[in-house]
T-cell receptor, first 115, second 111 residues
Framework: GAVVSQHPSWVICKSGTSVKIECRSLDFQATTMFWYRQFPKQSLMLMATSNEGSKATYEQGVEKDKFLINHASLTLSTLTVTSAHPEDSSFYIC???????????FGDGTRLSIL | DAKTTQPNSMESNEEEPVHLPCNHSTISGTDYIHWYRQLPSQGPEYVIHGLTSNVNNRMASLAIAEDRKSSTLILHRATLRDAAVYYCILSDQGGSEKLVFGKGTKLTVNP
């Protein structure tokens, strides 16, 4: 089946640091990738939709200058949390789809802890 | 996005069937019904989706009411590995573009 890999799986860093999370589709070309955030005991919240070679579309309330998304190829999208602060600590999850009528395939998430 | 309503939690015993309900009374004619599940500390996993007819796959069955205002995800024989939060989501396209996750149903499977 379609596999999506996220890296790193967890990261702990100091406040003010920028953190990059990678999302790769390992065995298919992803036309679209999505980035979600999930706080403890809450549901997933979509942050942005990313299409290869074009600018990401951010959901209302998500700061695009803080959460930089790059989708440089059909198999890789990155999310960079710039100048991270403790309130950015969360579980970040990516997903990818091959075609518009196919299910989303999710990565295993990245747990980000900002001290 | 059309909303769905699911029970907060359900319990089942191992090797018994589980019926997870979902109400979506404001569903539109082009909305697909998707089910995903999320195991603890993991990303969600696709389970099944359908439009009007009942659907079966290796993981589960999806029973859709004739008026499409409700649906039921059926796990035929629950295992401990099926313990997860199950999300019922409506999407205007068959391909799950822009999924809006609700709170889902937390399924506990007792040995």
């Amino acid at each position: 089946g379609a596999v999506v890999s996220q890296h790193p799986s967890w990261v702990i860093c100091k406040s003010g640091t920028s953190v990059k999370i990678e999302c790769r589709s390992l065995d298919f070309q992803a036309t679209t990738m999505f980035w979600y955030r999930q706080f403890p005991k809450q549901s997933l919240m979509l942050m942005a939709t990313s299409n290869e070679g074009s600018k990401a579309t951010y959901e209302q309330g998500v700061e695009k200058d803080k959460f930089l998304i790059n989708h440089a190829s059909l198999t890789l999208s990155t999310l960079t949390v710039t100048s991270a602060h403790p309130e950015d600590s969360s579980f970040y999850i990516c997903s990818a789809i091959m075609y518009s009528n196919q299910p989303q395939h999710f990565g295993d998430g990245t747990r980000l802890s900002i001290l | 996005d059309a909303k769905t309503t699911q029970p907060n939690s359900m319990e089942s015993n191992e090797e018994e069937p589980v019926h997870l309900p979902c109400n979506h009374s404001t569903i539109s004619g082009t909305d697909y019904i998707h089910w995903y599940r999320q195991l603890p500390s993991q990303g969600p996993e696709y389970v099944i989706h359908g439009l009007t007819s009942n659907v079966n796959n290796r993981m589960a069955s999806l029973a859709i009411a004739e008026d499409r205002k409700s649906s039921t995800l059926i796990l035929h024989r629950a295992t401990l590995r099926d313990a997860a939060v199950y999300y019922c989501i409506l999407s205007d396209q068959g391909g799950s573009e822009k999924l809006v996750f609700g709170k889902g149903t937390k399924l506990t499977v007792n040995p």
